[in-house]
């Protein structure tokens, strides 16, 4: 397998990047109209952790963790490592020492559609991960393959420079053109939500705040009294 690593990739801007940071996965996902997150079982290692930053993305030989050291130099400050395999992997193909590198790097964490180890050392240092497996079976430096190209996750297209968002409910990548529009339209989101929690918190239901009642109706839903769903299961029998 040949391949190439790319140098100097264009890179959402940094203020966009940490403007996405003060949201959740799931209000980014819905304001980019549920679109963009990586399947359920890319999962953290940790919790209690949100990071955002810039992909530099590795399209590695599964079993093999070479093209992840040659990626280890084109990381940066604000850059989270996306790593994934020509075919499916659950090889432990990165731990703590990669950790440490990239830490000292500058990157906020990773992403890999893989396995990864060390896992309490990691949550030790406060190297933020999510990954597809935990597996201490360990990996060659063999087979080239690629660094900063287009990757595929989950059906997720993922390029060098978008932004990645994870925290405890998962992974979610923004296009990087697309960056500053999905951070506002997150934080109009979050404000409704606000408006809502306000809301509930004063003893509204979803039912009416949402309009939901219509919809029961037109859907045949039918409100009965104990009395009378206990009268016609009898007829039904």
Known sequence: M???IVTNPPKADAEDVDALAGFGVATVSEAMGRTGLLGPEVRP?????????????????????????????????????????????????FGELFATALHRRGVRGLVINAGIRDTQELREMGFAAWSRAVSAQGTVKATGGSVNVPVAVDGQVIRPGD???????GV??????????????????????AASRAAFLEG?????RYGLRDTLKKLGVEYKTYEQYAASAVERS
Do not use: F, Y
Request: aromatic content about 2%.
């Open 204 to 208: 509204q239901l979803g039912l009416d």
């Open 163 to 169: 932004v990645i968002l994870a925290d405890d409910d």
């Open 172 to 193: 979610v990548v923004v296009p990087r053109e697309r960056a500053r529009e999905t951070a506002e339209k997150s934080a109009a989101r979050e404000a409704k939500e």
């Open 45 to 93: 290692v940790q919790q209690g952790v949100r990071v955002a930053g810039t992909a530099v993305t590795v399209l590695s030989w599964p079993g093999d963790n070479l093209m992840i050291h040659a990626a280890v130099e084109q990381c940066g400050a604000g850059d989270i490592l996306v790593v994934t395999t020509t075919s499916p992997s659950t090889d432990g193909m």
């Open 2 to 4: 040949s391949g190439v």
